[in-house]
C-alpha cells in the first residue's frame, strides 16, 4: 500500500516503524504497555524494531535504497534534517523523494524510504 507524504508525516514513530518492518519483511511482534506507545520487537532476536530512531537499524537500509541525508542550514531561516531518494536506477523518467525533519534525520529516511516503495 502506499502512502502520500502528508499521511506519513502525521503517523507516529510506532506506525512508521511498523510499516518499515513489513516493507523489509522482518517478522516481529508488537508489545502493549499500559502508559506509551506499543513497540514493536524482532521475533528472531527479540529486539526492538526502531527505525526512526535507532541509526544501526535504518541506516543499512537508507544505504541500500540510496537514501542520503544532510542537515541544511539558511541564516536565520531554519535549520534541519533532510533525507533525499530516487528511483532512478533504469532508463526512464526521474522521480526524487524528500522529507524534512526538525529533529529526527532518521525518521525522515524511513519516510523516503516508503514513500520510494510505494512508487516502485
Request: proline letters at 4%; charged letters at 25%.
Amino acid at each position: 500500500m502506499s502512502y502520500t507524504q502528508e499521511q506519513l508525516e502525521a503517523m507516529s514513530d510506532y506506525e512508521i516503524n511498523r510499516l518499515v518492518a513489513d516493507n523489509e519483511n522482518v517478522d516481529y511482534d508488537i508489545f502493549h504497555h499500559i502508559d506509551a506507545e506499543c513497540t514493536i520487537h524482532d521475533v528472531n532476536d527479540q529486539s526492538e524494531i526502531n527505525y526512526c530512531n535507532n541509526p544501526a537499524q535504518i541506516m543499512p537500509i537508507a544505504l541500500g535504497s540510496r537514501i542520503g541525508s544532510a542537515w541544511s542550514y539558511f541564516e536565520g531561516i531554519s535549520d534541519y534534517w533532510k533525507a533525499k531518494g530516487s528511483t532512478q536506477r533504469k532508463p526512464g523518467p526521474f522521480v526524487r523523494f524528500e522529507s524534512i525533519s526538525k529533529d529526527d534525520p532518521y525518521r525522515a529516511i524511513c519516510i523516503v524510504y516508503l514513500l520510494m516503495q510505494g512508487d516502485e
